[in-house]
């Protein structure tokens, strides 16, 4: 008892000495503003329940003071207010629990919970500091943007309406702060709607370098904090010698959380108003992708398709993707891609294709097992292609397998597939093909590793009009049965140097493959091993074929060799070399194919890589006579972001029989960055059959923290009916926050 009378008294001391003035003050404030909530409240436990909920004011500074009499609580020298998750702090404050009131002064900061800090030297406020009066205010965004105004008011402490206000995402020049940012706009009055996170502008310039460009009564964009809102979005101004003028105004939709979509109209002078769009989706057990676009135009010059060559004039495209949840093991979807005429997604720069494919499905997977339901169906946009030979695809069905390890480690495959295919003009197909296999691996106690591989294929067929070799056509029933029994044997060396900071691998690898001749009889078509490229990628593969309409057939050995140092900082070098000796010359090799003979011609590849800013491939295909050079891939890059130099050469001969003649090309490409905000880059590539070019591209970019200018000039060769080659010049200005500008001109030679 004797204790706590002495601290009482100790107590009481202070008091009057003035020592606990500033604790009484924030306490005593603190309880006034719970008694004057508590009156606003009904009487009872709602009301005590409701003054429990209200967060407290919390304040500290270098000197407090308090008048009873008033109410008024005085604060002065680093005074910092706390309110539920906001921040005031200021020189001096002063508040009154009466009226519920915050006065500050001098150099104010009021930190707002969604990461806006606002700077004013007066500020009246309620005591939860969401309304009230700002003078001479100035804000920072949460990406950094500024506003700053003559003054304004909060409302309900998520929106702020600001007077005679500029807004700019662009730094002050550090010399002369004064001097006008980059671009800013100007406005009457800007509002801040922190709850539908947008910026709201009245009577409005846009100004470059202090110089008002562009007067709108009324503007609006997302404030940083928003993911995406609906509204337009910036146009793109153009235009070409054949299509004149194009405007393109999009309109952006947010739909949903989930769901958004672009509406484009698009003005054309001479080709007429074209409307095009895009929608996405996402859903909890499906997405969904679209593209499409349609106009009308009855003529638009010389070589375009005539009207009467589609639906009364109208013209378009579409691009759908979807795909749907059945449940955990199954899915469905579709992926159309249509166009009206062949040269309509070229024309408005929509896309640029030779073929559209359309493809429906049913697939579905459990552990090591897919199936699947397909439908295809294509579309040639490619003038030296017959459009009736475009064959539909309906129905193919797929399924897979593979076992669980045997007693041995072995695990068996099934492959089975039922495909028919039709055309209005050529061959028609319908094929049940299988294959049934098992791979063995083994690993021997010297290092070596063996693998045992054999396989079953059968095939039934059943076409109309296939064309022969001696030019007649067979219609009725075919079949195959095809085994083979493979073994491969590599072993990989690896030794260390450099005290383990270098390894070096070499593996020399061999393979042995026995199955019977032929399999390949003129009966059977070949609808999906047409493309073949022999290279060192597949030297080892038992059917190096794509598709099951050919195998490979007759006794064979594949050999080759594996070399590699790898540095432990990441640098390495690679070398892959083979060939392949068939006992028996098979015919199903096309001549020029490079397995046409008995021995096959060299494959190879170089992959050098001594660190992260240089890489270069080398793929190679070598003439078993005389090394020649049948084919070669060469892809180099040198350099870092702020010099980068790329160059690519592609060269494959014809081969007999094949659709595709033989292609070589040089393309090559230099980016520079040449200060801390440009860069710029130049590109081209050349037809070295035709010795000629087929396009050159230039950019050059300035980027900073509020803005990119980008100029883009491209020349393409392309010819295709109607279409011509094409010159374009394009300005594309990003004010970031704003979002893109672009201006460009387009010539057609």
């Known amino acids: ?61 270098d000197q407090l003071s308090y008048d009873r009499d008033l109410g008024i609580v005085t604060a002065t020298g680093n005074v910092e207010v706390f309110h539920d998750k906001r921040i005031l702090m200021a020189d001096t404050l002063s508040y009154n629990e009466r009226a519920d009131l915050l006065s500050a002064s001098s150099n104010i900061t009021l930190l707002e919970p969604g990461g806006e800090v606002l700077f004013a030297q007066y500020m009246e406020l ?169 106009t009308h135009k009855s003529t638009i010059g010389d070589g375009y398709p005539d009207p009467a060559d589609s639906l009364n004039g109208i013209r ?44 429906v499905f049913v697939e579905g997977f459990r552990r090591r097992n897919y199936a699947a339901a397909n439908m295809y169906a294509f579309q040639n946009l490619s003038s030296s292609v017959d459009s009736d030979s475009t064959p539909l695809v309906l129905p193919l069905l797929e399924y897979s397998h593979i076992g669980e390890p045997d007693r041995y480690g072995g695990r068996t495959n099934l492959d089975l597939n039922l495909m028919a295919l039709s055309r209005e003009t050529g061959t028609n197909t319908r094929r049940m093909s299988a294959i049934l296999g098992w791979r063995l691996p083994y690993v021997s106690d010297a290092g070596s590793v063996y693998t045992l591989a054999t396989q079953v294929q059968g095939d039934l067929y059943h076409v109309n009009r296939l064309e022969r070799a001696n030019k007649s056509n067979f219609s009725g029933f075919s079949g195959r049965f095809h085994p083979s029994l493979s073994m491969e044997w590599r072993h990989p060396f690896v030794r260390e140097e450099g005290n383990g900071s270098i390894h070096q691998l070499i593996e020399p690898t061999v393979s042995a493959v026995i199955s019977p001749y032929g399999g390949n009889p ?44 790898f540095g432990k900082s990441g640098g390495s070098t690679a070398l892959r070399l083979g060939q392949t000796y068939r006992v028996k010359a098979d015919d199903t090799f096309a001549n020029e194919s490079g397995l046409e003979d008995n021995f096959s011609d060299v494959v190879g590849s170089v992959h050098v890589q001594p660190g992260k800013n240089i890489n270069a491939f080398f793929r190679t295909r070598l003439d078993k006579e005389d090394l020649s050079i049948e084919r070669n891939e060469v892809a180099l890059g040198i350099g870092s972001p702020a010099l980068n130099v790329s160059a690519n050469y ?100």
């Open 1 to 61: 008892m004797k204790q706590f009378e002495t601290m009482i008294a100790n107590a009481a001391r202070l008091l009057l000495t003035g020592a606990l003035l500033p604790t009484i003050a924030v306490t005593f404030a603190l309880l006034s503003t719970h008694a004057s909530i508590a009156s606003a409240n009904t009487p009872g436990q709602a009301g005590e329940k409701a003054v429990e909920q209200e967060p407290p004011i919390r304040m500290k500074a």
């Open 126 to 294: 309620s005591g939860d500091m969401k309304n009230g009066v700002i003078q001479d205010l100035r804000m920072i965004l949460q990406d950094g943007a500024r506003v700053a105004s003559s003054g304004g008011h909060r409302y309900d402490g998520n929106r702020t309406e600001m007077y005679n206000a500029v807004y700019s995402p662009c730094r002050l020049c550090p010399e002369d702060p004064k001097k006008p940012p980059l671009w800013q706009i100007k406005a009457v009055k800007i509002n801040h709607d922190q709850k539908w996170q947008m910026l709201e502008y009245q009577d409005a310039w846009l100004e470059v370098h202090g110089v008002p460009i562009l007067y709108t009564p009324y503007l609006r964009h997302p404030d940083p904090t928003a993911p995406r809102k609906t509204g337009l979005l910036p146009p793109t101004i153009g235009g070409s010698t054949e299509l004149g003028l194009v405007f393109d105004a999009p309109f952006y939709w947010n739909i949903a959380p989930n769901m958004d979509a672009t509406i484009r109209p698009i003005y054309t002078e001479k080709g007429g108003s074209l409307l095009a769009g895009e929608f996405r989706g996402g859903f909890d057990r499906a997405s969904l992708k679209a593209k499409a676009s349609i």
């Open 316 to 359: 378009g495209h579409i691009e759908a993707e979807g795909n749907f949840d059945i449940d955990e093991t199954w899915r469905w979807g579709f992926d159309i891609n249509r166009t009206t005429d062949d040269t309509y997604m070229r024309r408005y720069g929509l896309g640029s294709y030779n073929t559209l494919s359309t493809n």
């Open 522 to 565: 003129d009966t059977i078509p070949n609808e999906d091993s047409q493309v073949f490229e022999f290279d060192d990628t597949h030297l080892f593969a038992m059917n190096r074929f794509s598709g099951f309409d050919r195998v490979e057939g007759g006794p064979r050995l594949d050999y080759g060799l594996k070399w590699g140092v």
């Open 650 to 749: 592609i060269f494959f001969d014809k081969q007999e029989g094949s659709e595709f003649q033989t292609r070589e090309q040089l393309g090559a490409s230099l980016s520079a960055k040449f200060t801390r905000y440009w860069r710029g880059s130049v590109s081209g590539l050349r037809d070295l059959v035709d010795d000629e070019m087929r396009s050159i591209d230039f950019g050059l970019t300035y980027e900073d923290e509020c803005l990119i200018f980008n100029t883009r000039a491209t020349r393409t060769f392309y010819e295709d009916r109607d279409l011509k080659p094409t010159d374009a010049i394009l300005f594309t200005i990003t004010l970031k926050t704003l979002g893109p500008i672009r201006t460009g001109i387009t010539q057609r030679s």
